[in-house]
């Protein structure tokens, strides 16, 4: 018994040893991209200059589009959550069948909200259809499958599930001429754009997946569908995707939500066309029930993940609310249901709990004025404190 345990311990370490050994080293890439920006705009290998293709850095990117689409703009930006996302998903199709639902003039996507982000920003029936089937007909063996411990512990793997599946999925319902369509959107002026994290620099880095989306051939699809891939890759969980030599893994490490045009040194100018509307659809919820949560490492990773998650989104909230209402314009906010029965693992992509996320957005976007006007608070703020917040124009 003690030397086929000393034998399974000593084989162990030299696996481990081995797979220390086999890791290659990686070098700091400095290669740009046409397509990439901070979110305040600025490249970010040059954080000091714009980023190439960034419009109108004299008036700020909201008043420039203001005045190439004529109106008052409506925005959209989705969270990341997981197979939650399936809310956000159940909610668009609810508020397009309820006939207010706008052309969106700029869409911004994160993890599973960046998944959602394409169809969301195409806005037809069609794209309707396609996220309610994503949503609600997948489970997890059409995101991931799982890598052998054995490719783990040796360090042969970068991940504990393999993320080819996800690959297909992004693949089939992102098609040259879903693409197509976005690159016509470019043109008209409208803008979709995705947030991942980029993990050697440390940085949110924003995505134009409109301007790219006019990238031609095999490697602009490819490159397209690598973003999204990108990020809804929560580390450790999901391998990162490289481009260009950097690392990218979910956008939900730095920012859950992707804020872009808001920054700036100066204080903007009024709206040309009064106020507009910026709606962001948050898969996830801040009132939850106690629950005994599952003593495995894939149900304590999802779940931990989810609460750092919650919490990047209870900051950045309130950052985006002073910054939307700085600019003038209306801040609209939804979250899922507390009595909504979403599991508790944003990866567990379980039948059950994908359905109950969709019905509950769907039930949600009916009603006739779901929308929250400020954030919520959580305590760590005094109430005087955020009524100051309420009155900045």
């Keep these: 018994m003690r030397i086929g345990l000393l034998f399974s311990l000593t084989t162990l370490v030299a696996v481990l040893a081995s797979g220390c050994a086999s890791v290659p080293d990686r070098q700091l890439s400095t290669v740009s991209s046409p397509y990439v920006s901070l979110p305040n705009g600025r490249d970010p290998l040059k954080p000091d200059q ?14 420039h589009f203001e005045s190439v689409r004529g109106h008052a703009l409506n925005i959209l930006e989705l969270s990341g959550g997981g197979q939650n996302g399936a809310f956000g998903a159940g909610f668009l199709n609810s508020w397009s ?3 207010d639902r706008p052309q969106f003039d700029l869409v911004t996507g994160v993890s599973t909200g960046a998944l959602l ?18 949503f609600t007909e997948i489970t997890s063996a059409n995101i991931y499958k799982k890598v052998s411990i054995f490719s783990v512990l040796s360090r042969r793997s ?22 197509e369509r976005v690159a016509a959107a470019y043109d008209e002026g409208r803008r979709l754009v995705i947030g991942t994290t980029n993990l050697d620099y440390h940085e949110t880095w924003a995505w134009n997946l409109t301007l790219l989306a006019k990238r031609e051939g095999v490697e602009g699809i490819e490159l397209f569908r690598k973003v999204l891939r990108a990020s809804a890759a929560p580390p450790v969980a999901f391998p990162p995707v490289e481009i260009d030599g950097h690392m990218f893994v979910d956008g939900g490490v730095r920012q859950n939500i992707l804020l872009v045009g ?36 894939a149900t304590i990773g999802g779940s931990s993940f989810g609460t750092l998650m919650d919490v990047s989104m209870e900051s950045v909230l309130l950052r985006a609310y002073f910054a939307v209402r700085s600019h003038g314009y209306n801040f609209h906010l939804v979250e899922i249901p507390p009595e909504a029965d979403i599991g508790n693992n944003m990866l567990g992509f379980q039948k059950e709990h994908l359905l109950a996320g969709f019905e509950s957005g769907y039930a949600l976007g009916k009603q006739a004025d779901p929308w929250r006007q400020f954030p919520p608070t959580f305590g760590d703020i005094p109430s005087w404190a955020f009524e100051l917040l309420k009155d900045v124009e």
């Design 50 to 63: 714009f980023a190439a293709g960034i419009e109108s850095r004299e008036k700020g990117v909201f008043r």
């Design 97 to 99: 069948e309820r006939g």
């Design 117 to 134: 982000a394409t169809h969301a920003f195409l806005g037809t029936p069609a794209d309707d259809a396609a996220l309610k089937e994503i």
């Design 158 to 179: 970068d991940a504990f599930y393999d993320t080819t599946p996800l690959k297909e999925l992004i693949a089939k319902y992102i098609t040259p001429e879903v693409i």
């Design 262 to 297: 808001l920054a700036g040194d100066e204080r903007p100018d009024p709206p040309l066309y009064g106020p507009g509307n910026v709606y962001m659809i948050h898969n996830g919820r801040f009132v939850k029930q106690p629950i005994a949560v599952s003593p495995d490492i």
